[in-house]
C-alpha cells in the first residue's frame, strides 16, 4: 500500500488540500526544526550516559609509604620469641 505512487499522490493531494500551497513551506520549516531539536537532545542524552575519562593525575598522593600496593609481597608473621632457658 505505501509503496503504491497512487498512495502517494493521493496522501500529497490531500495536504495540499487540507492545509494550503501557501502553508506547506511553513508546516515543512518547523518539523524540520523540530527533528534537528529531538536529534541534538537525543545526542546530549547519549554523551552524558558514557563514563567520563580517568583522572591521570592524583592531587593528593598518599602520606604513608609504609602501605601496601598491589603486587608488593603480603608482611611475614612475626617471629616467636627465642626461648630464655
Do not use: Y
Request: aromatic fraction near 4%.
Amino acid at each position: 500500500m505505501i509503496r503504491n505512487p497512487a498512495f502517494w499522490a493521493v496522501l500529497i493531494l490531500l495536504i495540499i488540500l487540507l492545509f494550503g500551497a501557501s502553508k506547506l513551506p511553513d508546516i515543512t520549516r518547523n518539523v524540520g526544526k523540530s527533528m534537528k531539536i529531538f536529534k541534538e537532545e537525543v545526542r546530549d542524552l547519549r554523551d552524558d550516559d558514557r563514563p567520563s575519562p580517568p583522572i591521570a593525575h592524583n592531587p593528593n598522593p598518599p602520606q604513608n609509604s609504609d602501605q601496601q600496593h598491589p603486587g608488593d609481597h603480603p608482611p611475614q608473621a612475626p617471629k616467636p620469641p627465642a626461648d630464655p632457658r
